[in-house]
């Protein structure tokens, strides 16, 4: 079955980086869209970063467009979220996530996404 666990989270004061990495089990890069999703406190669960299985285009969120770069290594299984020039507004718990089936108009929203990590929390503060 899929299992996605993420790991990388962190304190980091503002301006600074992390890169969060996701380690997917039962998931074929080439079959799954994959992304990153990121919840505030309070708030609803935001699109961030997603690579579409066929054919590989990225997209990105436009607040974080610029400043993040999701990657992913088929030979290892790892999803990667590198995240430069943070800024508070960046804190929230970030999720993995996976699909088989997600046509695009679907990417940017959560309840479409079959399969999540436990989340990593991500805090920016000086």
């Known amino acids: 079955q899929v299992q996605l666990v993420e790991s990388g989270g962190g304190l980091v004061p503002p301006g600074g980086s992390l890169t969060l990495s996701c380690k997917a089990s039962?998931?074929?890069?080439?079959?799954?869209?994959i992304g990153w999703f990121r919840q505030a406190p309070g708030k609803e669960r935001e699109f961030v970063a997603g690579?579409?299985?066929?054919?590989?285009?990225?997209y990105y969120a436009d607040s974080v467009k610029g400043r993040f770069t999701m990657t992913k290594d088929s030979a290892e299984n790892m999803i990667y979220l590198q995240m430069n020039s943070l800024k508070t507004e960046d804190t929230a718990v970030y999720y993995c996530?996976?699909?088989?089936?997600?046509?695009?108009?679907?990417?940017?929203?959560?309840?479409?996404?079959?399969?999540w990590g436990q989340g990593t929390q991500v805090t920016v503060s000086s």
């Open positions: 690579i579409r299985g066929f054919n590989s285009m990225t």
């Open positions: 996530t996976a699909d088989p089936r997600l046509i695009l108009s679907s990417l940017r929203i959560a309840s479409h996404w079959d399969y």
């Open positions: 039962g998931v074929t890069f080439r079959s799954y869209h």
